[in-house]
């Protein structure tokens, strides 16, 4: 185990170390520099005439949310003599379903290259480059034939590799235990229970003003919401992520939801920031990529036929083309399970040096995948803004729900805890439910995997996704699975198929977040 100075001392390097190839390093020594020439800057005084200047011109501040940002972002250091993966996935069973299921992916994918003779990348000619940069802004209008595409793994397929997940080391023995017993996820992990849940959650508590609550015994909604959004103003011009973090854990007002979750994930939009989605976008132009008929295909298959996200389907093609460019998300391999795929170029198979991640952002979309982006949408409607945000969510949050980890916001973890609350909670609804065949996360887990956008109404989906980055946690997704199940108990008690119990649960999109979380927590006997 690491001592608490060590690992504050390991941590401190890596934030130093990181930030020092970053733009606001630069930026910083560049205004360092500025600040020599102004006359409070004395010579005897140096160090502390600089540090107080870059603290009332506003850098300090910038420097402070940037640090802030690497802490939420990465993991604790782990001890020096651990070996690396260990940072990746500690458990190594873990490590190795995660190293399957990529094979799996990987296969699919190339059998699918081979059956219909396409290469994984090739130039675009001149005149598709053309053609393509002209209907930019109206890709949704096209219409090539995907017929013979198809999406390389749907969330079903990914539960069904969950439910086989063993720890070899875990002796089941003749006497199942509880869990193992009735859910579907096998595996000895830690999960919360409901008093550990109200602690963590404690802002969403009954007597604690919430947006997403119609009324409220406490306060009148409207006097509420008023301060409410003072506050938020006041937050937004200290422009401090830490308090917008702590902020937003009460819910967002619409009309500062879009800077206040640009300041909590530390997006500002610089001309580079700029310049660099252009240079993606040049990418997409010159280069085609097997990956790119994957994303029309789930473009098509999802957000177009959905009644909130239709008309962002141009959006959605710019964004996840210019995604599968972007070589900056390897970084986030360094704390994921998961494992960029790599290609060799042709006649070159198994020479390192001639390998290439593929894509070269390393994430392969599956089905659902464009639904990430869509409800950010609504929020941002600027193409490099949206984009940077979408990244920043993904390689924060996304990327967990499609990797098989132990980490207490992956997948496992979620399906675990849900389970976990219905079974400790419900267990006349949990028994009833199996004995007909229709286990409850059989039906939650394309709500989990999709973090519900596409099943929610939009409203209520921004004041779900206002808590993920409120709590810097994605645990809220299992916690409202279980609440809607609780909330359709008597419903679902009466029905005999698994058929029937997806038909009572087929429409969330008239549900309220909030109260149903509440309810769920706080008036739940324990």
């Not at 992990?189 to 003003?209: A, H, M, T, W």
């Not at 994930?265 to 280069?287: G, R």
């Not at 609804?429 to 229709?438: C, D, M, P, S, V």
Request: charged letters at 20%.
């Amino acid at each position: 185990m690491l001592d608490p100075d060590s690992g504050l001392s390991l941590t401190i390097a890596r934030i130093v170390q990181r930030l020092k190839g970053s733009s606001l390093h630069s930026q910083l020594e560049r205004q360092a520099r500025v600040s020599l020439h102004k006359p409070e800057i004395k010579l005897e005084s140096l160090k502390e005439d600089i540090k107080n200047f870059l603290k009332t011109s506003g850098w300090e501040k910038k420097l402070q949310n940037a640090v802030y940002s690497e802490l939420n972002v990465f993991p604790s250091p782990c001890h020096p003599a651990a070996p690396p993966e260990h940072m990746k996935e500690p458990l190594a069973y873990m490590r190795k379903a995660q190293g399957s299921w990529e094979k799996r992916i990987l296969k699919s994918l190339n059998s699918m290259c081979t059956e219909l003779s396409i290469p994984l990348a090739q130039k675009r000619t001149l005149t598709e480059q053309k053609e393509l940069l002209n209907k930019w802004n109206e890709m949704g209008t096209d219409e090539p034939d995907l017929s013979l595409f198809r999406p390389v793994y749907a969330p079903k397929d990914f539960l069904e590799v969950l439910m086989n997940l063993r720890n070899p080391n875990y002796e089941n023995g003749e006497q199942p235990s509880f869990r193992n017993h009735l859910g579907l996820i096998q595996v000895p992990l830690k999960v919360k229970d409901i008093p550990e849940l109200k602690e963590d959650f404690s802002e969403l508590g009954l007597n604690i003003g919430q947006l997403g609550i119609d009324d409220s015994a406490q306060v009148p909604p409207e006097f509420f919401e008023n301060e409410h959004v003072r506050v938020g103003q006041k937050v937004l011009a200290e422009q401090d992520s830490a308090a917008a973090q702590q902020y937003v854990r009460q819910g967002c007002p619409t009309a500062l939801r879009p800077e206040l979750w640009a300041l909590i994930l530390n997006i500002s939009n610089q001309p580079e920031d700029i310049l660099y989605y252009e240079q993606l976008k040049s990418n997409v132009i010159q280069y085609d990529l097997l990956v790119d008929s994957l994303i029309y295909k789930d473009v098509k298959l999802t957000a177009s036929n959905d009644d909130y996200y239709f008309v962002f389907e141009d959006y959605l093609y710019q964004v996840l083309l210019c995604f599968s460019r972007d070589t900056s998300v390897l970084e986030h391999f360094t704390y994921s399970s998961a494992t960029p795929p790599k290609s060799y170029i042709r006649g070159k198979l198994g020479m390192e040096e001639y390998a290439v991640f593929y894509p070269p952002n390393g994430v392969i979309p599956f089905h659902g995948f464009s639904m990430y982006v869509a409800p950010l949408c609504f929020l941002y409607h600027e193409p490099s803004k949206l984009y940077q945000i979408f990244r920043e969510m993904y390689v924060r949050f996304f990327f967990r729900l499609h990797s098989i980890s132990s980490h207490p916001s992956g997948i496992v973890s979620l399906c675990l805890l849900f389970e976990t609350l219905l079974q400790t909670h419900l267990p006349q609804l949990f028994y009833h439910l199996r004995e007909i065949g229709a286990q409850p996360l059989r039906i939650s887990f394309k709500w989990m995997v999709r973090a519900f956008s596409g099943y929610l109404a939009t409203d209520q989906l921004l004041l779900l996704w206002d808590r993920i980055l409120g709590y810097n946690s994605l645990e809220i997704l299992a916690v409202l699975a279980a609440a809607v199940f609780a909330f359709r108990a008597v419903n679902l008690m009466e029905v005999t198929s698994l058929a029937a119990a997806e038909a009572v649960l087929a429409d969330l999109s008239t549900l309220k977040v909030m109260p149903l979380l509440q309810i769920f927590l706080f008036a739940t006997v324990t």
